[in-house]
Protein backbone atom coordinates (compact mmCIF):
# COMPACT_ATOMS: atom_id res chain seq x y z
CA UNK A 1 0.00 0.00 0.00
CA UNK A 2 1.38 3.39 -1.17
CA UNK A 3 1.54 7.28 0.82
CA UNK A 4 -1.21 7.84 -2.14
CA UNK A 5 -3.66 5.28 -1.28
CA UNK A 6 -4.16 6.11 1.99
CA UNK A 7 -4.82 9.41 0.85
CA UNK A 8 -7.98 7.30 -1.41
CA UNK A 9 -8.45 5.87 1.75
CA UNK A 10 -9.19 8.53 4.06
CA UNK A 11 -10.97 10.79 1.28
CA UNK A 12 -13.11 7.11 1.02
CA UNK A 13 -13.70 7.61 5.07
CA UNK A 14 -14.70 10.85 4.92
CA UNK A 15 -17.19 10.38 2.21
CA UNK A 16 -19.03 8.14 4.24
CA UNK A 17 -18.99 10.33 7.27
CA UNK A 18 -20.08 12.78 5.39
CA UNK A 19 -23.28 10.81 4.01
CA UNK A 20 -23.60 9.64 7.81
CA UNK A 21 -24.05 13.01 9.31
CA UNK A 22 -26.54 14.49 6.13
CA UNK A 23 -28.38 11.87 6.98
CA UNK A 24 -28.98 12.85 10.95
CA UNK A 25 -28.69 16.25 10.42
CA UNK A 26 -31.47 16.00 7.36
CA UNK A 27 -29.20 17.52 4.87
CA UNK A 28 -31.00 16.51 1.92
CA UNK A 29 -29.34 18.38 -0.60
CA UNK A 30 -25.75 17.67 0.61
CA UNK A 31 -26.35 14.46 1.02
CA UNK A 32 -27.49 13.99 -2.71
CA UNK A 33 -23.39 15.10 -3.29
CA UNK A 34 -22.74 11.89 -1.44
CA UNK A 35 -24.09 9.48 -4.68
CA UNK A 36 -23.23 8.64 -8.29
CA UNK A 37 -26.50 9.81 -10.34
CA UNK A 38 -27.60 5.93 -11.03
CA UNK A 39 -26.39 5.05 -7.48
CA UNK A 40 -28.48 1.94 -5.38
CA UNK A 41 -29.08 1.31 -2.40
CA UNK A 42 -30.09 -2.02 -0.30
CA UNK A 43 -30.99 -1.02 3.28
CA UNK A 44 -32.07 -3.73 5.87
CA UNK A 45 -31.37 -6.87 3.81
CA UNK A 46 -32.86 -5.60 0.77
CA UNK A 47 -36.34 -4.75 2.36
CA UNK A 48 -35.55 -1.07 1.06
CA UNK A 49 -34.13 -0.64 -2.06
CA UNK A 50 -33.64 1.76 -4.56
CA UNK A 51 -32.28 2.88 -8.02
CA UNK A 52 -30.61 6.13 -8.64
CA UNK A 53 -29.48 9.16 -6.34
CA UNK A 54 -32.45 11.15 -6.73
CA UNK A 55 -34.84 8.00 -5.62
CA UNK A 56 -32.52 6.97 -2.80
CA UNK A 57 -32.54 10.56 -1.41
CA UNK A 58 -36.28 10.74 -1.86
CA UNK A 59 -37.00 7.48 -0.06
CA UNK A 60 -34.45 9.13 3.01
CA UNK A 61 -35.91 12.44 3.11
CA UNK A 62 -39.46 11.08 3.27
CA UNK A 63 -38.61 8.31 6.33
CA UNK A 64 -37.02 10.65 7.90
CA UNK A 65 -37.35 14.41 7.74
CA UNK A 66 -40.37 14.95 10.28
CA UNK A 67 -39.02 16.81 13.26
CA UNK A 68 -40.47 14.08 15.62
CA UNK A 69 -37.52 11.92 13.69
CA UNK A 70 -34.27 11.82 15.75
CA UNK A 71 -31.34 9.92 14.50
CA UNK A 72 -28.06 8.99 15.24
CA UNK A 73 -25.86 7.19 12.79
CA UNK A 74 -22.33 5.62 13.75
CA UNK A 75 -19.99 3.79 11.45
CA UNK A 76 -16.32 1.89 12.22
CA UNK A 77 -14.25 0.05 12.04
CA UNK A 78 -13.62 0.59 7.99
CA UNK A 79 -12.39 -2.19 6.02
CA UNK A 80 -11.60 0.03 2.32
CA UNK A 81 -10.30 -1.97 -0.62
CA UNK A 82 -9.07 -0.13 -3.78
CA UNK A 83 -9.96 -2.45 -6.61
CA UNK A 84 -8.73 -0.26 -9.14
CA UNK A 85 -7.62 3.50 -9.67
CA UNK A 86 -11.41 4.78 -9.97
CA UNK A 87 -13.08 2.10 -8.10
CA UNK A 88 -13.19 0.49 -4.25
CA UNK A 89 -15.34 -1.07 -2.10
CA UNK A 90 -16.23 -1.03 2.21
CA UNK A 91 -17.59 -2.66 4.79
CA UNK A 92 -18.34 -0.84 8.01
CA UNK A 93 -19.82 -1.51 11.38
CA UNK A 94 -23.16 0.46 11.96
CA UNK A 95 -24.41 1.16 15.46
CA UNK A 96 -27.67 3.09 15.25
CA UNK A 97 -30.41 4.82 17.80
CA UNK A 98 -33.63 5.82 16.54
CA UNK A 99 -36.05 8.37 18.10
CA UNK A 100 -39.87 8.83 16.96
CA UNK A 101 -41.50 10.53 19.36
CA UNK A 102 -44.63 11.32 17.99
CA UNK A 103 -45.22 7.30 16.95
CA UNK A 104 -43.56 6.47 20.74
CA UNK A 105 -40.83 4.28 20.02
CA UNK A 106 -37.12 3.80 20.03
CA UNK A 107 -34.81 1.40 17.60
CA UNK A 108 -31.67 0.26 18.05
CA UNK A 109 -29.96 -1.95 16.16
CA UNK A 110 -26.23 -3.33 14.49
CA UNK A 111 -25.42 -3.72 11.09
CA UNK A 112 -22.85 -3.64 8.37
CA UNK A 113 -22.76 -1.50 5.11
CA UNK A 114 -21.26 -2.89 2.21
CA UNK A 115 -20.48 -0.36 -0.21
CA UNK A 116 -18.90 0.46 -3.77
CA UNK A 117 -17.37 3.98 -4.86
CA UNK A 118 -16.36 5.21 -7.77
CA UNK A 119 -13.95 7.94 -8.45
CA UNK A 120 -16.02 10.83 -10.76
CA UNK A 121 -14.30 14.33 -11.37
CA UNK A 122 -11.47 13.51 -9.13
CA UNK A 123 -14.30 12.86 -6.03
CA UNK A 124 -15.57 9.61 -4.80
CA UNK A 125 -18.95 9.00 -4.98
CA UNK A 126 -21.24 6.30 -3.12
CA UNK A 127 -22.17 4.00 -6.43
CA UNK A 128 -23.98 1.60 -3.86
CA UNK A 129 -24.93 0.45 -0.45
CA UNK A 130 -26.53 -0.95 1.79
CA UNK A 131 -26.45 -3.07 5.10
CA UNK A 132 -27.94 -6.34 6.67
CA UNK A 133 -28.84 -5.66 10.30
CA UNK A 134 -27.08 -7.88 13.05
CA UNK A 135 -29.66 -7.12 15.04
CA UNK A 136 -32.41 -4.25 15.47
CA UNK A 137 -34.54 -3.90 18.53
CA UNK A 138 -37.95 -1.41 19.21
CA UNK A 139 -38.86 -0.28 22.14
CA UNK A 140 -42.16 1.57 23.33
CA UNK A 141 -41.08 4.51 25.15
CA UNK A 142 -44.08 5.42 27.31
CA UNK A 143 -43.00 1.76 28.53
CA UNK A 144 -39.73 3.89 30.44
CA UNK A 145 -41.27 5.82 32.98
CA UNK A 146 -39.70 9.28 33.12
CA UNK A 147 -38.07 9.04 29.67
CA UNK A 148 -38.02 11.97 28.12
CA UNK A 149 -36.39 13.60 25.52
CA UNK A 150 -35.19 16.75 27.00
CA UNK A 151 -32.90 18.69 23.56
CA UNK A 152 -33.85 18.24 19.93
CA UNK A 153 -32.03 20.09 17.10
CA UNK A 154 -35.73 20.40 15.59
CA UNK A 155 -37.76 21.08 18.46
CA UNK A 156 -35.27 22.63 20.65
CA UNK A 157 -32.85 24.12 18.50
CA UNK A 158 -30.20 21.85 20.25
CA UNK A 159 -30.28 23.19 23.45
CA UNK A 160 -31.18 21.27 26.72
CA UNK A 161 -34.92 22.05 28.35
CA UNK A 162 -32.67 20.57 31.82
CA UNK A 163 -32.01 23.69 34.15
CA UNK A 164 -28.73 23.28 36.01
Do not use: N
Not at 84 to 99: K, R, Y
Not at 102 to 123: N, Q, W
Amino acid sequence: MTPEDLVEIELIKQLKYKYMRCVDRKLWSELSECFTGDATCAYSGGKYAHEGRDAICAWLEGSMSADSFHSSHRVHHPEIQLTGPTTATGTWALEDTVIETKLGFTLRGAAFYEDRYVKEDGSWKIEHTGYQRSYEEMQTRKDVPGLTLTASAWSTGGRSVIDA
